[in-house]
């Protein structure tokens, strides 16, 4: 009898054994022959440019990581449309990914002008502290209300002025002039608290508006200067290093939903292993930009002194809102 009932317990197990494996070779199947993914991602700037090719080595990190899972199309050179129209696409899901600078971002997050304020970084290196420590965590969940994902960070190089008109050594020079500005009430603010009249205009349209006159100058950085052939049509530049506006890689919150988490972490952390790639692109991009602006013998101009260009911030400063202050004291403090 003993005997009997233990011959039924071991048929009793193997039976409840054979089918956690029936279950789990059905459970595993559809991982296997999962449809791919396929995902975009709009970038403004040409195929070549850095903020480019960092986009690329994040949708290769993702393509190899995934073994061919999930791909991400980029496509450069606003194929998928201008930064404005493209973040409300991804706002609304219709594309999965851009890249962009966070001052067109702002006007979805006002938290981010924050990040656009002249003469807030002292280097580099401290904006890069900035932006990898708790603070540029805060930035990307404050995104999510909003319908994004931050998932990571290029970057940005430091803007200056340039113009068609003469040389700007001094913020009265700027006197008159109608500056280009991305499409931001901080970027309108700053170019008016210098004297110039601030014209927001879409980035395609720049080198037009300076060929034709609609605008005297604009400003970025060098590679931007040089890539888009701005320099050819606009020959006074003006180092002044005015803001360092981060690059932002963003996400839709609704293409990111439809993922696993674990894929959704897999491609965080593909944006940001990125990162040091891009930088390194954008150090050496920027010596051939200004090699090739100088040899085509433009007038740069050098600000050594820019404590009359940071007295002329202070009303822009001063008025912001109590948050944006509030950060403002603790990017200052972060060492």
Do not use: C
């Amino acid at each position: 009898m003993k005997a009997r009932k233990v011959v039924i317990a071991i048929m009793v197990l193997l039976a409840a054994a054979s089918m956690a494996y029936a279950n789990g070779q059905k459970e595993a199947a559809p991982a296997a022959d999962a449809k791919p993914v396929v995902l975009r991602l709009a970038e403004t700037h040409p195929a070549d440019y850095p903020t480019t090719l960092g986009d690329i080595r994040f949708a290769d990190l993702v393509k190899e990581r995934t073994k061919g899972r999930i791909t991400i199309e980029v496509y450069p050179a606003s194929q998928l449309g201008q930064e404005k129209a493209v973040i409300e696409q991804v706002q609304f899901g219709a594309i999965d990914f851009t890249r962009v600078s966070v001052s067109p971002l702002a006007a979805f997050v006002p938290v981010f002008n924050a990040l656009q304020l002249p003469y807030l970084y002292r280097s580099e290196e401290h904006m890069w502290n900035v932006l990898l420590g708790p603070i540029g965590k805060e930035l990307f969940a404050s995104l999510e209300p909003s319908g994004f994902v931050g998932i990571g960070w290029f970057e940005p190089g430091a803007r200056n002025f340039y113009n068609s008109k003469r040389v700007v050594s001094k913020p009265s020079d700027l006197a008159g002039l109608k500056i280009r500005v991305q499409e931001s009430e901080l970027m309108v603010g700053m170019v008016q608290g210098l004297g110039a009249v601030a014209t927001p205009m879409a980035y395609g349209e720049v080198y037009s508006g300076l060929q034709t006159g609609v605008i005297d100058g604009a400003e970025n950085n060098w590679p931007s200067y040089e890539s888009t052939s701005h320099y050819e049509v606009a020959k006074f530049f003006t180092l002044d290093g005015h803001t360092r506006v981060p690059e932002i890689i963003i996400a839709s919150k609704i293409s990111m939903s439809r993922l696993s988490e674990a894929d959704q972490a897999l491609i965080k952390q593909a944006a940001l292993d990125a990162i040091p790639y891009q930088r390194q692109l954008w150090a050496e991009r920027e010596k051939a930009s200004e090699a090739k602006v100088r040899a085509a013998g433009n007038t740069i101009t050098v600000i050594t002194d820019k404590a009359p260009w940071q007295a002329a911030m202070k009303g822009l400063y001063d008025k912001q809102p109590t948050s944006i202050q509030y950060l403002i004291k603790r990017i200052g403090e972060v060492k």
